[in-house]
């Protein structure tokens, strides 16, 4: 089970935790309705005492859904930082590195991982984004590397297949390909796609141990430590027989290793669950709604249809953390400088504001940009791979092999989580 299928698990990507300290000065009013000059300085945000991490863990869509409709921003103690949770203010704070930094202080993440790009804001996270160089880009994934997913994916599905009827989705099949995928876009020709599974958890358990467990950080510092000797050992032999992987490009770059060795950490506890969680709640909705899942049979586009509203109805990445560098007024609620903010990309992307229906997965909905990916200078670097993986090799083949492909009505699947949120169980039956 993962770190984010844990109820009291916090996240890197997220920074949450269910410690909750020093309880926020006010109650206070809401946006709405604020007098002339609350609008200039901003209402201060309402306290959510009443969300726990175990309800956010188990379905956190209704809790969104209450805090949306009552201020875009909330003080919420037990997460122990601001939740934001309407499309425009987290859309605002995207595009803001300025007011709003991913650098944040005494980040969990920065000592399991180290000092990646993701916790940099420009120019410096530049740099970082830069020295990946075109590994996950378009062109490259074109001539590249779906071909390499679509071996990987014949190789696991044939696996899945053999394992019969009552074989978990997720465990296995969607989490061997996806780390397998992950291994070589990494470079990393000296480990497992099992070491990249125990890896990614492993740092990802780290970077949420707030409560200071020293078995978690022995066991993140131990995989930190196989990491930086896997990326050592491959890097001169990259620099020799170059390929198309993340490593291979930076065996060439003057980038220091503890970047390297930062950047590559975030990319395997952020480059893993999310593509297995994509592919596997995409399908277990299909399967909840026949006439889509006819559809998509029916019509190769609609992959990527049904991708992407995947992506909107259940963010793989619920939260993410940021921090204001000054006073901001955001969408009328006052923060102090140096808040903890979390971007609730999960509540985002069911803004009724912006999405008709939005708590429905319909892949017939009109067309309009979901903030799954993120924005602004952290938009994912690895959308494009994430989706050639899952839309463009995994579900057409998929569908092809085993059309009748059904959950299986003996054990019931199990979606949970919030800062990530997937399937944790999700046995499948055909034939
Ligand atoms: C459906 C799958 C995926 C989703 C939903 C997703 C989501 C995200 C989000 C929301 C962020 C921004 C977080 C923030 O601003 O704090 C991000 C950043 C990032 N993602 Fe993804 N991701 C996915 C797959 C991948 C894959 C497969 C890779 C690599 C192979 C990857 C690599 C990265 C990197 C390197 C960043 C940091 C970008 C930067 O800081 O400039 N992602 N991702």
């Excluded at 394992?163 to 780390?179: C, E, L, S």
């Excluded at 921090?323 to 923060?335: A, I």
Aim: charged share 20%; proline share 7%.
């Amino acid at each position: 089970m993962s770190a984010s299928n844990t109820p009291t698990a916090t996240c890197p990507f997220s920074g949450a935790t269910s410690a909750s300290s020093a309880v926020e000065e006010s109650a206070g009013g809401t946006a709405a309705g604020a007098s002339p000059a609350a609008a200039m300085t901003g209402v201060e945000a309402p306290v959510a005492d009443w969300v726990t991490i175990p309800d956010l863990h188990a379905d956190p869509f209704p809790i969104y859904q209450r805090m949306r409709s009552e201020s875009p921003v909330h003080w919420v103690p037990a997460v122990n930082r601001y939740m934001v949770t309407s499309y425009a203010a987290c859309h605002e704070i995207e595009q803001d590195e300025e007011r709003f930094s991913a650098d944040e202080n005494n980040s969990l993440m920065k000592r399991a991982m180290g000092h990646s790009m993701l916790r940099k804001d420009n120019p410096k996270h530049q740099v970082d984004r830069d020295s990946y160089g075109s590994t996950l880009r378009p062109g490259t994934i074109k001539k590249h590397w779906n071909e390499i997913f679509a071996v990987n994916h014949e190789k696991y599905l044939s696996e899945l297949v053999a394992k019969g009827p009552g074989a978990d989705f997720v465990w296995d099949y969607a989490a061997p390909y996806t780390a397998e995928n992950l291994r070589l876009i990494c470079g990393f020709h000296n480990a497992s796609q099992q070491d990249m599974q125990r890896w990614s958890q492993t740092m990802i358990d780290g970077t949420g141990n707030y409560a200071d467990d020293p078995e978690i950080w022995d066991k993140s510092a131990a995989s930190s430590a196989e990491v930086d000797a896997a990326i050592d050992e491959m890097l001169p032999y990259l620099a020799k027989n170059p390929d198309h992987s993340l490593l291979s490009g930076l065996a060439s770059m003057p980038i220091p290793l503890e970047a390297i060795r930062a950047n590559l950490k975030m990319t395997i506890g952020g480059g893993l669950n999310e593509p297995r969680d994509v592919l596997a709640t995409t399908i277990w909705a299909l399967l909840n709604h026949p006439e889509q899942l006819e559809a998509v049979k029916n019509d190769a586009k609609l992959h990527a249809v049904a991708f992407e509203e995947s992506v909107r109805w259940v963010a793989p990445i619920g939260m993410y953390p940021r921090e204001t560098t000054q006073d901001v007024v955001l969408e009328g609620v006052h923060l102090p400088k140096g808040s903890r903010l979390g971007v609730v990309l999960g509540a985002a992307n069911r803004d009724p504001e912006v999405f008709e229906d939005p708590e429905s997965f319909n892949i017939f909905r009109p067309k309009k940009p979901h903030l799954g990916f993120g924005g602004g200078v952290h938009f994912c670097a690895g959308t494009w791979i994430a989706r050639a993986q899952v839309a463009q090799i995994a579900m057409p083949a998929l569908l092809e092999r085993i059309p009748d492909l059904r959950l299986d009505p003996t054990a019931p699947s199990i979606d949970a989580g919030w800062v990530f949120r997937g399937m944790t169980k999700m046995p499948v039956t055909w034939g």
